[in-house]
Each structure stands twice: as C-alpha cells, then as structure tokens.
C-alpha cells in the first residue's frame, strides 16, 4: 500500500524535510521515507524550554529529551539532523496569544495556532531553503490529488480515533502539493509496529496528551505565572438573566461547559454558558441551555477555492474531539460565516476552532467568534 | 542493545573513511581538530602504562616517565619552563583554574579586568567571581574585534585590576590581541596577566603569548585529544587550587591525572614543534576569502584590517540566517560552524560578535570557516563555490519571495 495515498507519488530520491518532535509518528514519517528511497533531512524546532528544567547554582538549563529523542532517532536512521531555536516565534504567535485569550474569556487552541504560524510557515521556509523538494510531519491526515479539479486536497487520516486533519485546516492546497504525511494513513498500532521494525527507541513512547508548552501544571498555574496577579481579578458568577448568584477567581479558571469547581449552591448542577470579559461574569446555567444551534466564526481559511453561494452544506466540527454534524454556511463578509446546525450542539466555545468537512475531505475552518442570536 | 553497537562501530568506521577520502570537507578546526597519528600512537603506549604516576613503584615511577615527557614537550612548543605546566581536563578547565584560582588567592576585594569576545569559559567563570565578592570591569572592543592599548593603561590605571584576562586569539574570528604590548602595561601596573591561548597555540609563533603570567592550552586544537589541556603558570604568580585531594600537578590541580590524554597531548606537541604549515593555511585561507569577495555581494569579512591567526574566516552574508547555509553546505558533506551551540544543538547569535556590536540578526548572519592540515588551495575553492552557489539560490528565493508578497 502506499501510505502517502497521494496519487503521484514523489519520485525515488526526492528531498524531503522531516518535521521530528521526538515522538513516535514523526519519528516513523522520517523512518518511512528513508527505507523508502527519499533523501530524508530531520529538523526540529526548539519552541520553549522543553521538557523539565534543571535548576541548579550555576543557573538553568533544559533537559532537551525530546529533542534529544529526535536527534537519536536521526542518528539511527543515518539521515542529517538540525535543530532551530524559534522560541521568540513561538512566544509571540502561540504563548502570548494562549495567554491573551484566556483573558478575553475564550478558550483557545494553541496547537492549531502554533501549526498555522510557527510550524507550516518557517519549517516550509527552512525546507525549501535546504533545497527541499518536500516538506513531511507526522500527521494523522492524507493529501489527495484531485486531477479532475486540479488541486491537492487535504483528508482525513487513516486512523479514525487519531486524525489530526482538524490541527491543518489553516493549510492551502499550494502548501500541500509540498507536503507529506507519511504516517498519515496508518492505524496507531502499525506505527507503532513500524517503529519497532525500524529499531527507533521512541516505538513505546507514550502518547503527549497536554499542550506541549503546559506540561505538569494546569493551564491555570501556567496563565498565572504568566500575568500579573491584579490582571486575574474575581468577579460575579450570573444566571442568564443577569442576577448575581456568587464569586468567581477570575476569568481564565473557567471554559464553556465546565461544571466542575464552581462552588455554587444551586437545587440543580450549574454549567457555565458563557465568559463575558467586559463585564468580567460567568454566565452560569443549567446543561440544557449549553446545546446551541449556531455561532459566527470568524478569520475563515479554506483550503482549495470555495465557492460560496448563498448557503453550503457541510459537516462541521466544533472542536478536536466533537463528531461533525451537518451545518448551513452563510456568507457574511469580512471572512467571517454564520453557521446553523442542524443538530444543537453542546458547548460551542468561542476561542475553539470549527472545522468543516465534504466527506473525508477538510475543505478549512475559523475561529469561533461567538454564539449567534438565532 | 548489542546490536546497536555494531551498528555504531560501522559507522565510525565509514565517518574515518569520509575525512580521509575527502568526501567530507571539514572546515571547523577552531571548533576540534582529528587526532593525529602521532597522537593515537602516544596514546595506544600509554594505555599499556597503566599504573599511577604517584606510585613510587615500578608501574607508578613508569607512568611518572610519560606524563614529565609530555610535559617537556609542551613547554618546549610554548618555550616555557616545564615546571610551569599544570595539566587540566582542557582549556575551559584551564581558564576556569587562572580566574578562580586567582580570586581566591586575592579574596574579597578581588578586580578582573576582561573583554567581552572572551570564550564562554572566561564568561560564564565571572558571576561566580562577582558573588564571592569580586568586581568586573570590562575593556571595550572595536566592531574589528580589536582593543585599544591606550584604553587599556587608562583603565589599568583607574581600576588598578589584580587580574587582567585577555584571549591571544578569538575562536570566532581569529582576531589576535596584542599580549606583549598588554604584557608590558600590566606589569607597569602591577597586573597578572592572563591569556587564552588555545587558539593560538600551533597557529602562532609561541612569541606572541608566552611571555604572559598565565596561559591556558588545549590538546585538540592541536590534533591532540579531548579532555587534556594545560594552565601554564608562571614561577611567583599567586593561585590557589580549585581541585582538591591530591598532591598532583604540585597541588595546583588535585585528582589522578589522565595519563593517556596527556601523552596524546604530548605527541601532538611534538609534532607541531617539528612542523606546522602555518604559511600555506593562511594562503589558502586569504585565497578562499578572495574567491567569496569577488564572487558575492553583501559579504563582509569579521576583523579583515586586524592581525588574525592564518586559518580562520568569520564571514557575515547579508540576509542568510547562518543555520540555513550551515544546513546546506553540511547536506553537501562541508562542516562549518556558527556562534554558539546550545544544549539543544540550536545555535544562539555569538557574545563575540553582539560584543563587537553586531545586531542580534547581523550576528546570526555569520559564519565561520576555520581551516586546517587537510585544507589545500582546491579544498578553499570547492568549499567557496559552494558557498556562493547556496547563497545565490537562497537570496533568489528570498527575492521571489519578497515580490510575491
């Protein structure tokens, strides 16, 4: 079979950039391409001080281990390896943003973020710089070529419980006729298997579960370390009707649906429903008002040309780990969309990206604005 | 596990083969240089004397012999007396031992004088000088890399520093500080002279740097091994240790020394007495600078007007960040370097070069090419051509990019 499902598959002894995190599908994408006959180069991008610090006397210095990992799986494989150092980058584009949002009353997601403006831009750039034909990672998502529309689509993975082609839709089809996702069509399991087949060290690697940049903190601890305390102000919890039911510790400790923590005496359980910055509240209500039907989204990006008429239909997914449901488009300019579930939808949370979907194929996504009157 | 191994030992072999048959060109002496046959030969002797040179038996009084004859050898290739030599783990060890050491010889109150282009070993020694009650003072240097004497003696006069630590040459741009006219300043003064001298050593005649109070070597910058190098101390200067336990080295440097490094070190000094083309490297070097200025706009030369050691170019190319065309000439089996390395393997903009007054990105712009025993006239031209062929192809890149914005 071949795994790039791409229907041109790139020429034996292409040039091919391997995006490695130091985890097990990246390691196999760049394992994959060298026993297959590619010129593979490893990069990998130094974002934050990785892994845990080692405070010392003689001051810090980070421990490294997955860039260590991702150095080692290169070594195995006898393939070049190179590290860039885009903390300032990453700071800016994801951390700072992370943050931001937090404090807006939104609840955001940084991976996609880091993707759109770290990753795909400068490991793209750095690639081509290397006279790369091809730039790979070790997404859950295939690339298909459509030679009847001409255009490179992106799909989902291979691996139901594991596609990622949600964390992509910022990508353009141009991007994409660049791009590979060796592991893209596999299960887990034979990755895993692959790795094992290769000698990587990385084949039982757990899986990173947490926001890379937050690991072993809540990401409460993290936003507080990060601003000054009198920026974190407490403020009044509301029913829907606007009447002043209790205390919260400020804004960034609460996200769209989130019951638990409250601390509110209430005859039946409280859900928040909404974040409102300006008034620094926390809508609260029972769990039948969080089921929605529709939201503006905002700074739209498809992927191939979209051709907008009054109203589409698509699937639509409101974050990584909802199923899609079928939605209505409208256009409203300015890059922005109404979308109208046909379904109501629980917990539509404005900061979260909303991915649409034809089938297996992710025509893109925005940002979701805010809940619509409708 | 085992496996592995053998694949390991594979690859060591197939790396040897790379170097020697020139498939890979290797332009980063500054940073180590390939152990010389000598070396290996001085080594594999003294892995048969094993036993320890304090020992006042046979095997003892037999390692005692190799480690006083390699230290005759290198005090004989700086043209020091060889009760000077005090053998280190190297030359960060050895730089480390002249601050320290003199330090806490001084106490409280202690004054360093250094510069800002100093090795990282100079610099990260002076916050732990500064929080045992010590004060710094730094002399400026010029956007060649270069000081200024007449500063120097003011700053010696008002400052009055127990210690004055300035390199002989800089690893980064080969930029040569002059030691015997800073020499004669510091003793008007009543100034000990440090100098680190690694990267002098071999590249330049002994008189540039021998005459000052304290020098620190390295043996891989020789083609000697890693993990041996020495402070060279000279008879009055004051120094208290900063390894303890032992009697070695006269009790300058406590702990069993490495003996087998030592005669590595040992050897390669003996060779390098006997022969070291500093004429031809620095030929080729000028030669190599010459094919990049008339084949590229947008380069400049770091400290091209100063004195600098024969093998090392420091070369800025407008709008190229360093990791890119360090990535693209590796690929193409070239080994250049960059300022410094982090733990990460990402490389972070130089201190020499922010301290010469480069911006940040002017700094991450520049790359080194340090030179050395297997560099001919057609390894410069293969390397510059090279060069110019990525920097061309990434600056047209970059262009298309622009436009297409």
Known sequence: ??????????????????????????????????????????????????????????????????????????????????????????????????????????TPNPCVRCNEKVKFKKLMDWALDLGADFLATGHYATIQYNSKANRHELHKGGDDGKDQSYFLFTLKEDELAKTLFPVGSFEKPVVRALAQEYGLRVANKPDSQEICFVQGKSYKEFIEEKVPPEVLRPGNFVNAEGTIIGQHAGLHQYTVGQRKGLQLNSLEPLYVLALDATKNEVVVGPESALFRKSAIVKNISWINEMDLGSTTRALAKIRYRSKESPVNITLLGDNSIEVKFEVPQRAITPGQAMVFYDGTRTLGGGWIESLSVH | MLFLTHLLALDLELFELEYRVKTMIYADYNATTPLSEGAKKGMAQAMELWGNPSSSHKSGRKSLELLNNSRESVAALVGVSPNDVVFTSGGSEANTLALMGSALAVGEGFRLLTSQVEHSSIKDTLPVIEKLGGTIKYLPVNPEGQISLLELEQILESFKPHLVSLMTANNETGVIFPIPEILSLCEKHGSVLHT??????????????????????????????????????KKGVKLVSTHYGGSQEIKRRGGTENVIGIAGFGAAAREVLISSPTQELQGARDHFEQLLARGLDGITIQGSKQPRIPNTSNIRFNDIASEVLLGALDLDGICVSAGSACSSGSISPSHVLLGMGFSEKEAKECVRFSWGKSSYLNTVEEVAQKVIAHVNRIRARNSLKESSK
């Open chain 2, 196 to 233: 680190d001298a690694v990267q002098g050593l071999g590249k330049l005649n002994p008189s540039f740097y021998q005459s000052a109070h304290l020098v620190s070597i390295s043996a891989h910058k020789i083609y000697g091994p890693k993990g041996a190098g020495a402070l060279l101390v």
């Open chain 1, 1 to 106: 079979m071949n795994p790039l499902i791409q229907n041109q598959l790139p020429k034996k002894g292409a040039k091919v950039v391997v995006a490695m995190s130091g985890g097990v599908d990246s390691s196999v994408a760049a394992g994959w391409l060298s026993k297959n006959g590619y010129n593979v180069i490893g990069i990998s991008l130094q974002l934050h001080d990785m892994a845990e610090k080692i405070d010392n006397e003689f001051g810090t210095c980070c421990s490294l281990s997955d860039l260590n990992d991702a150095r080692r799986v290169a070594e195995v494989l006898d393939i070049p390896f190179y590290v860039n150092n885009m903390e300032t980058a990453f700071n800016e584009a994801v951390i700072d943003d992370f943050v931001q949002e937090y404090l807006n009353g939104r």
